[in-house]
């Protein structure tokens, strides 16, 4: 009989130990991973950086989503606690009671201390359906915002198809998400294809057009990033009109002070006002004479990645 019950316990399955499955921390890449487990049967958990004290790796919101099984994606940190946050999701998962925990600096784990020095608190709730998710993805994929909204006292969470700010509001904790940024590179340079390599690198939705088309038109809208990289101010004319139509988050134009000065001439007898024109950022970039392509992209991306950070703290 011992020896059958310990071949028994041999039998039996290991706790699963946490394993990264996918090295990301785009919003959308996260939730489908949530949506992809519940469908496959498997029942998952939601992270969320619901508050932070100092310092911390991560923004408000941000979010991982842990198997039972043990695979997780995302980060609520620089990688210090995700492990042992892999592990308190599955005890979430396994009782079925979602909970609240502290890492770092007021967290009753004196071990784990957070490089920044700060402390994080952490929500987590296991995943009742895909439906809530699968609101926010639907949104995204047609380039509109989303919001999710938890309820730490129902333990519900709640798809908000509009635009809401990061935080806590009155009984419930939003999230807010942003479609993919956008970038239309107008230009048949080696500036312009280097910026747009660089872009889809950084996970942008990146479009490379030698003129202005109606497709291409039809594709600015406030999450778009529109970078004309001609050295030809008479073709960028059509653009620039199209863009400050469509008002983009970004709009940014190659060239010198004194090639921006003629373009702010022809602009304004074009009957554009000053308000309208100012929202050009030229010279394009974040930092000023950049003379090399891959310099001049870095330049332009950076500047770009700072607006949109800007739009999402806005937002």
């Not at 706790?15 to 959308?28: F, G, I, K, Y």
């Not at 700060?118 to 919001?147: C, F």
């Not at 990146?206 to 970078?227: M, R, W």
């Amino acid at each position: 009989m011992l020896q059958q019950a310990f071949l028994s316990d041999q039998a039996a399955p290991a706790n699963p130990v946490p394993q990264q499955a996918l090295l990301t921390d785009d919003s959308a890449a996260i939730l489908r991973f949530a949506v992809e487990a519940l469908k496959a049967g498997v029942s998952a958990a939601l992270v969320t950086l619901v508050a932070i004290r100092g310092g911390a790796a991560r923004a408000l919101g941000a979010q991982m989503v842990v198997r039972e099984d043990g695979l997780y994606c995302g980060f609520v940190s620089g990688g210090c606690v995700e492990a042992a946050v892999a592990h308190e999701a599955m005890a979430v998962i396994a009782c079925g009671r979602d909970r609240q925990v502290m890492y770092g600096e007021g967290s009753p784990w004196f071990d784990i201390v957070l490089p920044c020095g700060g402390g994080i608190t952490l929500s987590i709730h296991k995943l009742r359906g895909a439906r809530p998710l699968l609101d926010v993805l639907n949104l995204l994929a047609q380039r509109q915002p989303a919001g999710l909204r938890y309820f730490p006292q129902s333990q519900r969470l709640q798809s908000d198809a509009s635009l809401i700010r990061t935080g806590w509001h009155n009984d419930f904790f939003a999230t807010g998400y942003h479609p993919c940024t956008r970038t239309i590179v107008f230009g048949r340079s080696i500036e312009a294809q280097v910026t747009a390599s660089l872009a889809q690198a950084a996970g942008y939705d990146v479009h490379l057009c030698e003129a202005l088309d109606p497709q291409a038109a039809g594709q600015i809208d406030a999450h778009t990033a529109v970078l004309l990289l001609w050295h030809d101010l008479n073709r960028e004319l059509p653009v620039l009109q199209a863009a400050l139509t469509a008002r983009p988050f970004y709009i940014g134009a190659l060239g010198s002070q004194r090639t921006h000065a003629r373009r702010v001439q022809k602009l304004s007898e074009l009957g554009w006002r000053d308000t309208d024109i100012a929202r050009i950022k030229a010279p394009i970039g974040l930092f000023p004479k950049a003379r090399d392509a891959s310099s001049l992209a870095l330049s332009v991306l950076a500047d770009v990645a700072a607006a949109r950070l800007s739009l999402a703290e806005d937002g």
